[in-house]
């Protein structure tokens, strides 16, 4: 993204780029990783004492307007500026160079999270890249690992088998089938079967099984062992 220059930008420009930025970061999701970049038009100096949790300590020179306006909203989005963490020549810092006074500023940066900052291995300026400005490239060098989402399973329900160690348990299941599969048609002994016809059958079977064994066995009901409560007195 570009700003309108410092030069010749008046404020309301530069007011209506500042809103479209930060309603655009208030888009992105809190646990994407995010990578602000471009030319910003915008000096942040070399105070890391004052804004140390947004720049390192390898700024160059002084701060200007939207230096300022650039620093507060990193301050409010929590990033952090990348370019100013490494320490290297000047020339592999500063981006842009000012025609009349010559002096080179480092104007266009690399912003991430500040939670993401040991992603960032390597920020610096490209003195030979040709980009058809008067601008330097900048590039970063970063170590992603993203994880695929994590799906959460439902978990299974599991019946109470050793319910079945009961001798009139056991009776009450053979019933309870029995009567479920008294509920079934006559079954078509002919040669004419199909597959179609015999999964059908089958499920129904297999539905009678299921059926009586929830009826009376049930569903075995997990429950998390409160073990600081429990030992609350021996503690």
């Known amino acids: 993204m570009h700003t309108p220059h410092t030069l010749v930008a008046d404020t309301d420009v530069n007011d209506r780029f500042y809103d479209d930025l930060r309603a655009t970061l208030r888009r992105v999701p809190q646990s994407d990783k995010l990578f602000v970049l471009g030319d910003f038009n915008a000096r942040v100096s070399t105070d890391d004492r004052t804004w140390g949790d947004i720049i390192g300590k390898h700024g160059v020179g002084n701060f200007n307007s939207n230096g300022l306006r ?17 320490q290297q020549r000047d ?6 160079q000012h025609p009349r006074s010559k002096h080179w500023h480092m104007l266009d940066y690399v912003m991430v999270h500040r939670r993401d900052r ?9 003195r030979g890249a040709e980009c058809w400005t008067d601008h330097k490239m900048v590039r970063a060098l970063v170590r992603l690992q993203i994880r695929p989402p994590v799906h959460k399973r439902k978990p299974r329900k599991r019946l109470i088998v050793r319910a079945c160690s009961l ?7 053979q019933e309870a089938i029995q009567e479920k599969l008294s509920s079934i048609p006559d079954h078509d002994t002919s040669s004419t079967q199909t597959l179609t016809t015999l999964t ?6 297999s539905n009678c099984i299921l059926e009586a064994s929830i009826e009376t066995l049930g569903y075995t009901h997990r429950k998390h062992q409160d073990w600081f409560d429990d030992s609350n007195v021996a503690i």
């Open 70 to 86: 650039l620093l507060n909203t990193c301050s409010e989005f929590d990033l952090l500026v990348t370019n100013t963490l490494f």
């Open 91 to 96: 020339q592999l810092k500063t981006t842009w």
């Open 118 to 126: 040991q992603d960032v291995l390597l920020a610096r300026a490209m």
């Open 167 to 173: 001798s009139a348990t056991q009776a009450e299941l």
């Open 200 to 205: 059908a059958e089958w499920q129904a079977f």
